[in-house]
């Protein structure tokens, strides 16, 4: 009869787990560290039932803190992509503002004129004769 409760702990285990949704690893880890700590506690007491329900207490606990650890892991890894990629676009816009200010000032060919301007008189100023450069770009 003692060789049959451990055969229950992983019946019973095993009973849980085609319980639990294929994707929910948490009630099946839940469920397998429990059974475990049940076990040990069973068999570290020799069958006290306060100590295989500590077991069990103590499986359960352990599971939900490595689920606590691998949750706040995957958040902490989630916000920091989220920010290389906020990071990656506004480098990407930056770029794409530069390449067209580079197109822009790029020009085929340039040609200057001179434009001669001869000496006259704007509201009592007088301007002397000079000359001056028309810029054309194509």
């Given at each position: 009869?003692?060789?049959a409760?451990?055969i229950?702990?992983i019946?019973?285990?095993?009973?849980?787990?085609?319980?639990t949704?294929?994707a929910?690893?948490r009630?099946?880890?839940d469920?397998?560290l429990?059974a475990?700590?049940?076990y040990l506690g069973?068999?570290l007491?020799?069958?006290?039932?306060?100590a295989?329900a500590?077991g069990a207490?103590?499986?359960?606990i352990l599971s939900?803190?490595?689920?606590?650890?691998?949750?706040?892991?995957?958040?902490?890894?989630?916000?920091?992509?989220?920010?290389?990629?906020?990071?990656?676009?506004v480098?990407?816009q930056?770029?794409?503002y530069?390449?067209m200010?580079r197109?822009?000032?790029q020009?085929?060919?340039?040609r200057l004129y001179?434009?001669q301007?001869?000496?006259q008189r704007?509201?009592?100023v007088t301007f002397q004769?000079?000359?001056?450069?028309?810029?054309?770009?194509e």
């Amino acid at each position: 009869m003692k060789n049959a409760l451990p055969i229950r702990f992983i019946l019973c285990a095993g009973v849980v787990c085609l319980f639990t949704g294929c994707a929910a690893t948490r009630p099946i880890a839940d469920a397998a560290l429990g059974a475990g700590g049940a076990y040990l506690g069973h068999e570290l007491s020799n069958g006290d039932p306060l100590a295989t329900a500590a077991g069990a207490a103590g499986g359960v606990i352990l599971s939900e803190g490595l689920q606590y650890a691998a949750k706040k892991q995957t958040d902490k890894a989630y916000a920091a992509g989220y920010d290389k990629g906020k990071s990656d676009a506004v480098k990407q816009q930056y770029w794409l503002y530069v390449s067209m200010q580079r197109q822009r000032n790029q020009v085929g060919s340039v040609r200057l004129y001179p434009v001669q301007l001869p000496e006259q008189r704007i509201d009592g100023v007088t301007f002397q004769p000079s000359t001056k450069f028309l810029r054309i770009e194509e």
